[in-house]
């Protein structure tokens, strides 16, 4: 009887935060437990308008797990928010993007103590309960999926054995149609009703995730075309193919949705498709003036439209991509943000970007220990490489920059410096010392 009582009121401890928290509608709490580990801390990592894969606008929580154990309050949201927790120990270990609205609290468990890759690659690995739990395990179990089941679009490198759209199609089609069963088959499993306006939004991420693929798809193939020897007609009539395909979708979602809450992935999608219109109606992949794309974004509904602009111009300033003189349409578009979140990230944007923003002074330690201020290369150009041990990218990038390094020669007003994001010390230097994420010199 004693062990009966000692169970239940374990139980009653476990929820009691659940309970005491869902008395505060704005409030939202989150618990979770974890595998144990040294020196291990979680942060989360929170967003009312999540832009891309930046986190520019985000606000961050980070606390000591104490034996795996965490917990995250949040004492006023006033609006729904996307969420993501990480654990600075187990990296891998990630809940991403999670939708979490005013009064959610919730507690996070994980299924097996013992970590095992092998046995995690077969379910998912997060027990959640809590008011309004359903919506989190089922964001959670279909993330699971779609990462280590495929259960995806076609992806952009597939596209290459392919030569137009209506090849494609076949194959997208037999894939969403084993996405909707399992995300259907999700849905219904869940204990407990998902609310309204989460639903829509799930709903409308499903949508996204089938057009996102020929998009992806088309990508792939303009490219390939524009390489062809007859790209003066093959190129056009891939344009023509996919606005006869993609627009007429694209138009049907944005009909039959209201479009209470923009997720990540219809704020990816809708900046995708802004720069593929700009792009394939251009003809080439030549870098193209950023007041170029402003007229594409007029194809969204109004009350999203802050949203995507915000969310394109967090993608160029972020990851630089083909694009000329982006602080124009950062200039153009700022008069036209009202909503008072959007307003201060333009003003970030001008802060952390626009041309002649005076540097933060830094200091930071080298390889031999010595400690480095920004402020000792004043008056110089300095080009910065930041990297991490297993970024792909980043190797890519080194070996760009040494060549350019190479060809330039000695130059005495320019400096280039490479600075690691590992936060393991012997790590860092075992890269450094391999030579393929950065140089010595």
Not at 198 to 214: E, M, S
């Amino acid at each position: 009887m004693k062990k009966i009582q000692q169970i239940v009121i374990g139980i009653w401890l476990m929820l009691f935060p659940v309970w005491a928290n869902a008395q505060h509608s704005s409030a939202v709490y989150i618990q979770g437990n974890i595998w144990s580990a040294d020196n291990d801390s979680i942060t989360l990592t929170y967003y009312s308008h999540k832009l891309g894969d930046t986190d520019i606008t985000a606000i961050k929580q980070k606390v000591s797990a104490k034996n795996g154990f965490f917990e995250f309050n949040i004492p006023n949201m006033s609006e729904p928010f996307f969420a993501s927790i990480i654990s600075s120990h187990w990296k891998n270990l990630v809940l991403n993007n999670l939708l979490i609205e005013p009064g959610d609290s919730i507690v996070i468990r994980v299924l097996d103590s013992n970590y095992d890759p092998a046995l995690l690659k077969a379910k998912p690995f997060f027990h959640i309960i809590g008011r309004n739990a359903s919506k989190i395990q089922f964001q959670h179990n279909l993330d699971w999926a779609v990462r280590h089941n495929k259960i995806q679009g076609i992806k952009p490198q597939i596209a290459n054995s392919y030569n137009d759209l209506n090849e494609i199609l076949p194959d997208i089609q037999q894939n969403t149609k084993l996405y909707t069963m399992y995300w259907d088959s999700l849905y219904n499993q869940q204990a407990e009703p998902i609310s309204v306006k989460a639903t829509a939004a799930f709903k409308l991420d499903l949508q996204i995730k089938k057009i996102k693929a020929l998009v992806n798809a088309y990508n792939s193939l303009f490219e390939k075309k524009l390489n062809q020897s007859d790209r003066a007609t093959a190129v056009p009539a891939l344009v023509e193919e996919y606005q006869s395909t993609v627009h007429p979708q694209v138009e049907e979602i944005l009909r039959n949705n209201v479009l209470d809450i923009l997720t990540p992935e219809f704020l990816d999608f809708a900046v995708r498709k802004t720069m593929a219109d700009t792009r394939y109606k251009k003809g080439h992949l030549d870098p193209i003036p950023a007041m170029d794309y402003f007229h594409a974004l007029q194809q969204w509904p109004e009350n999203t439209r802050e949203k995507i602009m915000t969310s394109l111009l967090a993608y160029f300033f972020v990851f630089t991509p083909r694009v000329k003189d982006t602080y124009k349409l950062l200039m153009h578009v700022e008069p036209m943000i009202q909503h008072p979140e959007l307003k201060k990230l333009m003003y970030k944007f001008q802060e952390a970007y626009l041309q002649g923003t005076t540097v933060p002074d830094f200091s930071l330690t080298n390889t031999k220990g010595e400690k480095l201020s920004i402020r000792d290369f004043q008056d110089k150009v300095v080009v910065i490489d930041f990297w991490f041990t297993g970024c792909k990218a980043c190797i890519t990038m080194s070996r760009l920059l040494k060549q350019i390094k190479d060809k330039m020669g000695e130059q005495e007003d320019i400096v280039f410096m490479s600075i690691s994001v590992d936060e393991k010390k012997d790590v860092w230097l075992q890269s450094v010392a391999q030579g393929i994420y950065t140089h010595p010199d």
